[in-house]
């Protein structure tokens, strides 16, 4: 998979929670021409444009084009960004199956709802740090399991 300027863009200006039309602003080009850039119909923006987005949205010019550093460890060159598109990429071959989307939008219900149940707003940032918690467990419980299975099939 390859992963295009435009998509990194797109990903840590979402990341940092700044809407298409403030970047562009930001950056003095149209909406439209960044909408474009983000979703690859435009692919080759000049160097001072690179630069001026490179500036604003504090990414190394080389994390930006991809570039790799010679010396450094492969899950090192591969910037944060690119590793949440790949992600992004994963979640959504995952979410093809509909019972699994049945159950994800279930519990994103249930977690959402429980926001107006627990009006307390620490008591609920601390019910979603033990949902996160308890996520974490489950997953590493179940991925033990896997390894066990794997080490008994040998």
Do not use: C, H
């Amino acid at each position: 998979m390859q992963i295009k300027v435009g998509e990194i863009i797109k990903a840590k200006r979402e990341e940092l929670n700044i809407s298409l039309v403030d970047f562009a602003k930001q950056t003095g080009i149209s909406p439209g021409y960044l909408s474009q850039l983000e979703n690859g119909r435009k692919t080759n923006p000049n160097l001072e444009l690179i630069l001026r987005i490179s500036s604003e949205l504090d990414i190394d010019l080389e994390e930006l084009l991809g570039l790799e550093k010679e010396n450094e460890a492969p899950a090192v060159r591969v910037p944060s960004l690119l590793r949440l598109v790949i992600a992004k990429d994963r979640n959504m071959k995952v979410l093809e199956d509909r019972e699994t989307q049945k159950k994800i939008g279930s519990l994103l219900d249930r977690l959402l709802e429980s926001k107006y149940l627990i009006e307390d707003e620490g008591l609920y940032k601390l019910f979603l740090e033990d949902v996160y918690v308890q996520a974490e467990t489950a997953l590493k419980r179940y991925m033990s399991v896997e390894i066990l299975k794997n080490l008994n099939l040998k």
